[in-house]
């Protein structure tokens, strides 16, 4: 992607299912499961590079004896800082006591670190808040070992006030207004409430409050739990959390707004934002992993029992579609072969768009993620192809000869690398002339791989801002003196924000906003644009059920193709020779592309959740009043 967008975060989850003594015998090491956290953290490192934390609990100690761990970083490589701090602990161990090594207990008693239930997290920074406190997991104590909660999720919640509110009025005093906070307390409350019910009850049926404690962890009812704090949750989650004494549990939201796969076999319970990791770090097949139903919680207690429990009733299926185009690994199955859609999907319109002279069209795409529907382009160029030369060979019949037949066949689709990203360059200069000289240096070109009046047709993966295409992508392709150069975006037009988990929050941002606030000035229409704002405003004490998405009518007089020639108008750069025309995939495309993935409120505005009606209102608002915060 040109552009570069931050998804919120990614989870792993790890119980092993043996005692450690299990995995030292049969795989050589007691730490088996923190080497497999690694790699289940580093196969999902595009999720976030900014920081990333890991927490793990030891099952069955003793009092007195640690049995949660906890390490987080905001290195410049976390995921490598916060396992090279774990190693220096345990080789450290090892190193001043010899006599662990083969000793497993021992291991487990004085090494921290090493347990049965492990929980990862890696996330970006977004919104200027990268701190240290800021990274997950989260961790909520308490001297009674079921009431220690560590909490760490993909998600993001659109009412957060009244989530706030409501730990208020429970008599809470969160530390600070933060989703993260909220949610952890929310489910901190319901879980101090469930223990502490239940050791009325346990003592009423005579037992000490020693004899209380296994009790309380076999009879703690996690599903309850989750039901009674999540009841008002809005927002999309794939929510982990572990219980001090030894349970743990995934929860999802009821629209499946973001992922969430697990496997279980009778060695380990792993529990992950994307199934590819899964497949690559435990070796198994596709089918093997599973997903979680939207509104289900995957729930594994203490004595190794996993159940998928329903916790909310699922509504309509609003999958990310973003996660399919862009931030999900592309290794996938499913993801590859839906991207490779994408790109054949498109071609009918980039036919047009070169008027069908692909003879003189040189395709191409912008490195790195869109190399998988670059694919799909250039199958159905080559489809497309192997049909006209066809009907050539019919229409000649057996007269053909040999020259004829290989001048026929010799034509083909010219595919080239013409864009390279040079990953080391930094744009280190803060002066605007400075730096935006260098902006224009991330990208290089391949010398020779376009003749001069070529069409060149150079897909991404998506258009959002447009910043790099017009500061760089587009004047570095000029170069090679195409007479005309088509960008295509192998997802939809971005008009509204994110409110679930990816950083896009506020309107002015987009590229596709701009450009149709350009056609209303345009077109001396600017009183719908302060229209729409007095309708937003009227909507800032509605009931979010009730709350409508007025920001679709600032849209609704322009069709999608002259917002993206608008679009193409706005990047192009004044000096630029070529003609610069930029295409987008459209709706009916893209959910044929990706039919159980159907969450496209950033090109429809159609939110799965009501909280997303009240966001994108606030962000007009926001826009309209030129305030430069998110909103929500």
Known sequence: MSDAIKHECGISLIRLLKPLEYYQEKYGSAFYGVNKMYLM???????????????????????????????????????????????????????????????????????????????????????????????????????????????????NMTNVNELFDNLVQI????????????????????????????????????????????LIAERLNVAKILKRAAKNFDGGYAMAGLLGHGDSFVLRDPAGIRPAYYYKDDEIAVVASERPAIQTV????????????????????????????????????????????????????????????LGKLLFPIILKAIDNDIKNTVFSYIPNTAETSFFGMVIAAQNYMNKKKEEQILSIGRKITREELHEILEVRPRIEKVAIKDAKLRTFITQDSSRDDLVAHVYDISYGSVK????????????????????????????????????????????????????????EDFVAFKAALALHEERNTMHLVEEIYKKCLLQTKTQDSEVVNYVKEFYAPFTADEISDKIGQLLSPPDIKAEVQVIYQNIENLHEACPKNLGDWYFTGNYPTPGGNRVVNRAFINFFEGKNERAY
């Not at 080789?91 to 021992?106: I, M």
């Open 41 to 155: 953290m580093e196969k999902q490192h595009n999720r976030g590079q900014d920081g990333a934390g890991f927490a793990s609990i030891k099952l069955d100690m003793e009092a007195g004896e640690r049995y949660m761990s906890r390490v987080r970083s905001i290195d410049q490589q976390p995921i490598q800082d916060i396992f090279a701090q774990i190693n220096d602990r345990i080789n450290t161990s090892f190193k001043e006591n010899p006599e662990y090594l083969n000793d497993v207990p021992k291991q487990k008693k004085h090494i921290p670190y090493i347990g049965e239930v492990l929980l990862g997290h890696v996330r970006y920074g977004t919104f200027g808040k990268n701190s240290i406190e800021s990274v997950h997991p989260f961790l909520r104590q308490n001297n009674w070992m079921h009431r220690n909660l560590i909490v760490a999720g993909n998600f």
């Open 171 to 214: 008599g809470q005093h969160p530390k600070e207004k933060a989703d993260t906070v909220t949610v952890m307390e929310k489910i901190g409350h319901f879980l101090d409430d469930a223990v502490a019910q239940l050791y009325k009850d346990i003592k009423k049926e005579g037992f000490n409050k020693r004899e209380a404690s296994p």
């Open 282 to 341: 435990f070796n198994v097949s596709f089918d093997d992993v599973k997903e979680l139903d939207p509104g289900h919680a995957i729930i594994i207690k203490k004595n190794g029992k996993v159940k998928i429990k329903k916790i909310l009733e699922p509504t309509e299926r609003k999958a990310c579609s973003f996660e399919r185009i862009y931030f999900s690994r592309g290794s996938d199955k499913e993801i590859y072969q839906e991207r490779k859609m």
């Open 452 to 507: 001069e009046n070529d069409n060149l047709v150079i897909i991404d993966d998506s258009i959002v801002r447009g910043t790099t295409l017009q500061k760089s992508i587009l004047r570095i392709l000029d170069r090679l003196l195409p007479k005309k150069i088509i960008v295509v975006s192998s997802a939809p037009q971005i008009r509204y924000p994110d409110c679930y988990g990816i950083d896009m929050a506020k309107l």
